[in-house]
């Protein structure tokens, strides 16, 4: 195997972990978006600014 193919597989291999990653926060971004019980963004319109954030 040359590097030339070492190259495309890498790369190949880095996209689609890539699209896998962002297909996982996907689902959990709409899960959460369809929970009506989710603690809001501190970026909410209706959520103090100095509170606690969501997601730590």
Do not use: H, Q, W, Y
């Amino acid at each position: 195997m040359d590097v030339a193919n070492f190259g495309i597989i890498l790369a190949a291999i880095t996209i689609c972990a890539v699209i896998a990653f962002a297909l996982a926060s996907r689902a959990k971004v709409k899960s959460r978006m369809a929970n009506e019980d989710a603690p809001k963004s501190t970026l909410a319109s209706d959520k103090r600014s100095d509170g606690k954030p969501a997601d730590a």
